[in-house]
Structure formats: C-alpha cells, structure tokens
Nanobody, 124 residues
Framework: QVQLIESGGGLVQPGGSLRLSCATS????????MGWFRQAPGKEREFAAA????????KYADSVKGRFTISRDNAKSTVYLQMNSLKPEDTAVYYC?????????????????WGQGTQVTVSS
C-alpha cells in the first residue's frame, strides 16, 4: 500500500518560512519523480514544484520561483519543500505527489499517487 504523508504546514506571518515534508512508503522512492501542488479555496489545484528521480532536475511555477526549493532524500524516501518569503497568496492546501515518469512533470494527471495534503496559511 502506497502512502504519502505530508507534514510541516501551519500558520505563518507574511515574509516567514515553512518547510514541508512528505514521507513515502510502499513504493521504490528512487524510481519516482516527486512534485508539490497546492489548492486554494475556490481554485483549481496548481503546480508548485517538481524534482526528478535523481535530483538533477527541478522545475518551479513562476509564482514560487526564487522563494521555494524542492529537494529529496532518497535514503529517507522523503521529499521536502522549503518555502521562504511567504505571501498571503501562498495560502493553500499543499499536496505532494509521485510520478513514475522519468521526466519532471508539472501537470497533475501525470502523477500516480497523492498525499492527503497539509494546510499552509500565511496571515498577519
């Protein structure tokens, strides 16, 4: 049984930082590209960041580029999202996802497995 469990969300003031983690089990982590998506109330799920199987390639949405960093630890089967300089518009439920594709994917339908999400709220 594949599981992806996100953690690290919470309430943070504008300009602050959070680090999200996504611990996986039930899959061979190094065989999967990983992505982070987010969904704000009343909006569609959108791409935030993705990383290839081997960590040598990453992609970011323009809205988070320069502020967010995706990384992975294959030994711990965990992917991370470091979020700095947070803005109120970053408020959303953040989901991690795993894709069997060997390319860095930015569209949700390329992902095979999803976590349950973690809430990030940026507010003063």
């Amino acid at each position: 049984q594949v599981q992806l469990i996100e953690s690290g969300g919470g309430l943070v003031q504008p300009g602050g930082s959070l680090r999200l983690s996504c611990a996986t089990s039930g899959l061979t982590f190094s065989n999967y590209g990983m992505g982070w998506f987010r969904q704000a109330p009343g909006k569609e799920r959108e791409f935030a960041a993705a990383i290839s199987r081997s960590t040598d390639s990453t992609k970011y949405a323009d809205s988070v580029k320069g502020r967010f960093t995706i990384s992975r630890d294959n030994a711990k089967s965990t992917v991370y999202l470091q979020m700095n300089s947070l803005k109120p518009e970053d408020t959303a439920v953040y989901y991690c996802a795993a894709t069997s594709s060997n390319l860095v994917r930015v569209t949700p339908w390329h992902y095979n497995y999803w976590g349950q999400g973690t809430q990030v709220t940026v507010s003063s």
